[in-house]
Nanobody
Framework: QVMLNESGGGTVPAGGSMKLSCAMS????????MGWFRQAPGKEREFVAN????????SYADSVKGRFTISGDNAKNTVYLQMNSLQPEDTAIYYC?????????????????????WGQGTQVTVSS
């Protein structure tokens, strides 16, 4: 059973930075896609960013492009999300997920249904 464990959430003032981590077990990061999604209260879960480390391929939602950076460490089997210039609208539960759809580019893998294993989520709160 693939397991994903997010960490690094918390509360940060607007304009601040935060880095999330997601450690994956069983499935090797260098062979699968990894994504970050978020869900704000009363809203649907939305795509944030994803990565295929073996292709050096990344994609971002327009709302975070230029502020967030996704990266991966194959040796640690861990993916990261560096979030800068955080705004109150970034407040949400952030989830990491992994996709077995290895033949598609990251720009295609933006839907929750394309990911088969999920972490439990970590709360990120940006205060105004």
């Amino acid at each position: 059973q693939v397991m994903l464990n997010e960490s690094g959430g918390g509360t940060v003032p607007a304009g601040g930075s935060m880095k999330l981590s997601c450690a994956m077990s069983v499935r090797p990061l260098k062979q699968y896609a990894m994504g970050w999604f978020r869900q704000a209260p009363g809203k649907e879960r939305e795509f944030v960013a994803n990565i295929k480390t073996y292709l050096d391929d990344t994609s971002y939602a327009d709302s975070v492009k230029g502020r967030f950076t996704i990266s991966g460490d194959n040796a640690k089997n861990t993916v990261y999300l560096q979030m800068n210039s955080l705004q109150p609208e970034d407040t949400a539960i952030y989830y990491c997920a992994t996709s077995a759809l290895t033949y598609y580019t990251t720009s295609f893998l933006t839907r929750t249904s394309q990911y088969d294993f999920w972490g439990q989520g970590t709360q990120v709160t940006v205060s105004s």
